[in-house]
């Protein structure tokens, strides 16, 4: 499962608000296409504001360092005109994201560029917070034979 860093406070309009497209400069590798991926938001703020202060997302709890959702990568686009308002921005690839589960807790992680893979703690520390039992086989079964 790799990992996308967001800066806040985009990585808080994904997970606690209605941000469903990242702008990128690059395409999607093909093969990410479909796949579930993490949504860790970066140290660092990010240098452009929200399209609009009617977006702030809502709670904004502005984690960062950390992975804090789970997200499908739908699919991916260049710019088209209006489209994806109003988190799209012209002259970028639009990464469509659906799907997306907050983690009851964040996960710290160090960000990287690009798709990157987690190491294997992170991993499991975010698996961990999505774990279900098993469901159990009723014993009746075996004594109704
Ligand atoms: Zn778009």
Redesign the pocket.
Known sequence: MRALTIRQPFADAIVHGTKR?ENRSRTVPARHLGTAILIHAGKAPHALELPSPDLAPNPAPDVRGAILATAVLDSC?P??DG??SPW?MTDFW?W?LRDVRPLPRPVPAAGALGLWIPPANVLSDVQVQFWEPPPTRPRTTEAAR
Do not use: E, T
């Open positions: 497209v686009h710019a088209a489209c994806c799209g639009h469509v």
